[in-house]
């Protein structure tokens, strides 16, 4: 059986298009939605997501800015940057990309962020509200994950679900999520002993924990749904071969670029054995993205009604 692929631009752009709509009508109050997008430090990859976040904002009518701080940044001064955004009414949104630069201990700053303006879910009493089932903003990834299953009539209740990976921003949060849905969750990481045997009870498997294809054909039940959130660098080209075979777009992008992307689980297997699965790259990435959006007009709309 081919798995049928469950197209992250497609279903991310229906997102982001409600998303705009939603935007539209909000600035009939006279003002966009607000989002401030906080960077600290050179770390390239953030660089690249966070420009992406910041594009796709703009596009769905949300006033979006970049503040851009170095990775000496002292704590005192990130600290006043949040405030700074906490109190100005324009800003509905805060994001502090992660990871921050050693010596800024996230959790520090993450509650720093009102929770009222916290569109990534992750202030301690968002958490708390995620984990009581009470309503707030959830971690995009999870949520664009979650929202593509109903988009696409994935059915989540009474479904077995393995989530491989334990992280505050995926892992835990969609866990949740699915259990609020009623799946019946299991949650995997690096000491779960015979972990194929877990991933192959998976009706819905869901990996993130950024090894390259660390999921074969072993951890995959015939028919299951695979969403896979790795987003990992094959750097030789013996791997691109065992990842991808002879494609010749991958092995072109390889040869371009020096490496090509690659998920936590082996691409053949999950095209082989699953009955749908988000490819790497152009599953899981732009669903994120698109949640960013939702997420941010959510948080306006709640601000704005409580003024
Ligand atoms: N770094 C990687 N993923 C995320 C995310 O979803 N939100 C934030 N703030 N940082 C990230």
Redesign the pocket.
């Known amino acids: 059986m081919a798995g049928k692929i469950l197209d992250g631009k497609k279903i991310g752009a229906a997102i982001r298009a409600d998303a705009a709509e939603a935007a539209r009508e909000f600035a009939r109050c006279g003002r966009p939605p607000g989002l401030a997008v906080v960077l600290v430090g050179d770390d390239p990859a953030?660089a690249i997501?966070v420009r992406g976040k910041v594009k796709a904002s703009r596009e769905a009518g949300i006033a979006s800015e970049t503040h851009r701080l170095p990775a000496t940044t002292k704590a005192p001064e990130l600290a006043r940057l949040l405030d700074r955004l906490n109190q100005d009414d324009a800003v509905d949104a805060i994001?502090?990309?992660?990871?921050l630069p050693g010596g800024l201990d996230a959790s520090e700053f993450l509650a720093r962020i009102r929770p009222e303006k916290d569109?990534?879910g992750?202030h301690p009493e968002n958490v708390g509200r995620l984990v009581a089932n009470l309503p707030g903003p959830r971690?995009?990834?999870p949520a664009g994950i979650m929202e593509m299953f109903r988009r696409e009539g994935i059915p989540v209740k009474g479904s077995r679900a393995v989530v491989v990976g334990r992280s505050d921003?995926?892992g835990k949060p969609l866990a949740l999520l699915l259990l609020h849905q009623h799946a019946t969750v299991t949650v995997c990481h690096s000491r779960t002993r015979d972990l194929p045997a877990v991933c192959r009870e998976a009706d819905i498997l869901c990996t993130a924990i950024g090894r390259a294809a660390m999921v074969g054909a072993d951890g995959i039940r015939e028919g299951a749904v695979v969403v896979d959130v790795g987003m990992n660098r094959a750097e030789t080209e013996a791997q691109v071969r065992d990842f991808f075979g002879e494609d010749p777009k991958r092995l072109a992008r390889f040869r371009k670029n020096g490496y090509t992307l690659v998920g936590d689980v082996h691409p053949v297997a999950m095209r082989e054995r699953s009955s749908a699965y988000t490819p790497v790259p152009g599953g899981v990435g732009p669903l994120?993205i698109a949640m960013?959006l939702a997420n941010t007009v959510a948080l306006a709309v709640a601000r704005q009604s409580r003024a």
Do not use: K
Not at 95 to 99: A, H, T
């Open positions: 953030s997501y994001l502090l990309q992660l990871p569109v990534d992750f971690p995009c990834t921003i995926v994120t960013l």
